[in-house]
């Protein structure tokens, strides 16, 4: 079947700590995203990716990085200087950039730092 | 500041009634609306969209309607079915070429009830 997966649901890190948040497609989308979840808030963009070895900053990349090395990966790190990691992440793609009616969205990882 | 509002957390309609979830918008700018759906432990997906040179569109049982000189917008489902019951999110494209970005409301939580 294709589709978006995200591993692992629940993530559990403690303070000052790297994590990195997989995300992995198979339907051939040129277009990959990084959403952000936080009670109160809509989605917010931190990352996007429009084609293979290129990416863009969102509108809260700060304390994140990426890299997209191959068409069907595009893994979220998030590092020690993202002042509020704990989230919800969501993961999406689309067969071309901005097509957000063809945006499909993986189940999302749950981010817990202690 | 919340540029799409979702007014209502959440929304109960018997089965087979009509469900309606409205979307308040304060930036004029924004020209492209969407809808998406998310059951519990799943990404959202995409449901219905408008553009900002219409005032409604239909696709079965989902109408969206726009009105624009309110900056409002409204998903009508009819009839509901218990397997409408989701968070339903609406969203505004703003913006052209690399600066297109999608701004999303909070969500309204619909129960269908049998």
């Known amino acids: 079947d294709g589709g978006i997966t995200q591993s692992p649901k629940y993530l559990f890190r403690k303070e000052g700590q790297n994590v990195t948040l997989s995300c992995e497609q198979n339907?051939?989308?040129?277009?990959m995203y990084w959403y952000r979840q936080d009670p109160g808030q809509g989605l917010r963009l931190i990352y996007y990716s429009q084609i293979v070895n290129d990416f863009q900053k969102g509108d809260i990349a700060e304390g994140y990085s990426v890299s997209r090395e191959k068409k069907e990966s595009f893994p979220l790190t998030v590092t020690s200087a993202q002042k509020n990691p704990t989230a919800f992440y969501l993961c999406?793609?689309?067969?071309?950039?901005?097509?957000?009616?063809?945006?499909?969205f993986g189940p999302g990882t749950r981010l817990t730092v202690l | 500041d919340q540029q799409v509002k979702q007014n209502s957390p959440s929304l109960s309609v018997q089965e087979g009634r009509i469900s309606i979830l409205n979307c308040d918008y304060t930036?004029?700018?924004?020209?492209?609306f969407l809808w998406y759906k998310k059951y519990p432990a799943e990404g959202p997906t995409f449901l219905i969209s408008?553009?900002?040179i219409k005032d409604k569109n239909e696709d079965g049982r989902f109408t969206v309607f726009l009105n624009k000189s309110a900056k409002h917008l409204s998903l009508h489902i009819v009839p509901s079915q218990p397997g409408d019951s989701a968070v339903y999110f609406c969203?505004?494209?703003?913006?052209?070429?690399?600066?297109?970005?999608?701004?999303w409301g909070l969500g309204t939580s619909l129960a269908v009830n049998p």
């Open positions: 408008i553009s900002s």
């Open positions: 999406a793609s689309s067969p071309r950039s901005y097509s957000y009616n063809e945006q499909f």
């Open positions: 969203a505004a494209k703003v913006g052209a070429g690399n600066n297109r970005k999608l701004i």
């Open positions: 339907l051939n989308h040129d277009a």
């Open positions: 930036n004029s700018m924004f020209d492209y």
